[in-house]
């Protein structure tokens, strides 16, 4: 039986983004799936029309628009950029202030288990930028006191990129043919299995209310079934 949840994402035309998007709109568990963001995409696939609910804010100004996260049972925030495409304090501002006001807004808004794209390496004590950012969001985010809070902390995401980045594309093509096919789970993470972890682990009971989720831990989460307890097993009331 459906449990008829309503999904909230932020950063939903990020790579990770559009890839759990396609995930939600697949699985029957979710009946409702509203996308937050700068701008509204075209889309064209009925599934996606059906199920999504478009609303456009201002990060900047994100305190002027808590109404857009209302009526969300679950946050994934997928948010997310560059030190190289945005420069320091654009990366700071993205992945740590628009992270947490988001955050913050899906807590107020009543959300109940909010979900975190990291990265491996996150910390806040570090001295480079990138994964101290990281670790500064996700110790933020441990503060807030949410029902329930998983953050993942994937390896090299492996997608197709739209925007096009020529020395991470010969860095992802050369660990595709050598180091992905002998040991996957190492040092990469095909997008589809972040997407899937994050969808399945929204219906799976019994984990702790704050989660830090290393690459091994998503791809056993991706092998999971939906209605699952922590130990893989189906729920009671399912069986």
């Known amino acids: 039986m459906s449990t008829g949840k309503t999904a909230l994402v932020t950063g939903y035309t990020g790579e990770s983004g559009k890839a759990l998007v396609k995930e939600l709109v ?6 409702k799936i509203i996308l937050v963001g700068r701008r509204k995409v075209d889309f064209t696939e009925d599934g996606y029309k059906q199920k999504t609910e478009q609303r456009e804010i201002d990060f ?9 996260f209302r009526g969300a049972d679950v946050h ?20 740590y202030d628009y992270v947490v006001g988001a955050a913050r807004l899906a807590k107020q808004e009543g959300c109940e288990h909010f979900h975190l794209v990291s990265s491996q390496g ?5 001295y480079l ?7 500064q969001s996700e110790a933020a985010l441990s503060k807030m006191g949410f029902l329930r ?7 090299m995401l492996m997608v197709d990129r739209t ?25 990469t993470t095909p997008i589809e299995v972040l997407a899937r972890a994050m969808c399945y682990n929204s219906f799976i009971t019994g984990r702790p209310s704050v989660e830090i989720l290393d690459n091994h831990a998503i791809f056993r989460l991706a092998e999971q079934k939906p209605n699952a307890t922590a130990d893989g097993t189906k729920r009671a009331d399912e069986l």
Not at 60 to 68: L, R
């Open 26 to 31: 697949q699985n029957t568990e979710f009946k």
């Open 60 to 68: 900047d100004k994100i305190d002027e628009y808590a109404e857009a």
């Open 76 to 95: 994934f925030c997928c948010l997310g950029t560059t030190r190289g495409k945005a420069g320091a304090e654009g990366f700071r501002r993205v992945d």
């Open 122 to 126: 996150a910390n806040e004590n570090s």
């Open 129 to 135: 930028l990138y994964p101290q950012v990281k670790g």
């Open 149 to 155: 809070l998983s953050i993942y902390r994937p390896a």
């Open 163 to 187: 925007e096009h980045r020529l020395f991470e594309g010969i860095a992802r093509s050369i660990i595709k043919h050598t180091v992905q096919r002998i040991a996957p789970e190492w040092i």
